[in-house]
């Protein structure tokens, strides 16, 4: 199973919203809500940020949303903070578990 | 408290073989499903293999199929990764995550692969 397609990096300045592209197929992505999102900072575990496509776990802050259309799922960070600076992958559960490539995020 | 700590990563040559444990605690580790995920140096995350609660079930990502093997002791609260026939592409940090949606992690373990 390929990848799923991220950008290789965005970026924003504080106080401004990013948004984060999960391309994958009308096999995974597109026909499954089992998307979820994760943050990885330097030398540093993941963390669930959204899963089954726009839930968020008791903690994650409510400047991350998620959303999907079609074969696509979006991650949004409104509100940008310097902490949220980290790379984030996006993960299709549908019967094998595939990742994204992977997303830097700067914070300017 | 919560967590997952996981164990056996070192170097190996090429061929070689290595079991890697994950140690669980602060939870009902045999009510999850669980994933050993990987990271090569520099690069993404790699989901390798899960396994269901009662480890009637087991998956594995194509590259490890037929030389990992994904086990479970829940009267122990551990969860294993067997792998044999090492290559310099497993080279990683693996890192072991509880349910289907990765909610908790380890804070992974390396293991090199090289002469």
């Known amino acids: 199973q390929s990848a799923l397609t991220q950008p290789a990096s965005v970026s924003g300045s504080p106080g401004q919203s990013i948004t984060i592209s999960c391309t994958g197929t009308s096999s995974d992505v597109g026909s499954y809500n089992l998307v979820s999102w994760y943050q990885q900072h330097p030398g540093k575990a993941p963390k669930l940020m959204i899963y089954e496509v726009s839930k968020r776990p008791s903690g994650v802050s409510n400047r991350f949303s998620g959303s999907k259309s079609g074969n696509t799922a979006s991650l949004t960070i409104s509100g940008l903070q310097a902490e949220d600076e980290a790379d984030y992958y996006c993960c299709s559960y549908a019967g094998s578990v595939v990742f994204g490539g992977g997303t830097k995020l700067t914070v300017l | 408290e919560v967590q997952l700590v996981e164990s056996g990563g070192g170097l190996v040559q090429p061929g070689g073989s290595l079991r890697l444990s994950c140690a669980a605690s602060g939870f009902t580790f045999s009510s999850y499903w669980m994933s050993w995920v990987r990271q090569a140096p520099g690069k993404g995350l790699e989901w390798v293999a899960n396994?269901?609660?009662?480890?009637?079930?087991?998956y594995y990502v194509d590259s490890v199929k037929g030389r990992f093997t994904i086990s479970r002791d829940n009267a122990k609260n551990s969860l294993y990764l067997q792998m044999n026939s090492l290559r310099a592409e497993d080279t990683a940090v693996y890192y072991c995550a509880r349910g289907r949606w990765f909610g908790l992690w380890g804070q992974g373990t390396l293991v090199t692969v090289s002469s």
């Open positions: 396994i269901k609660q009662d480890g009637s079930e087991k």
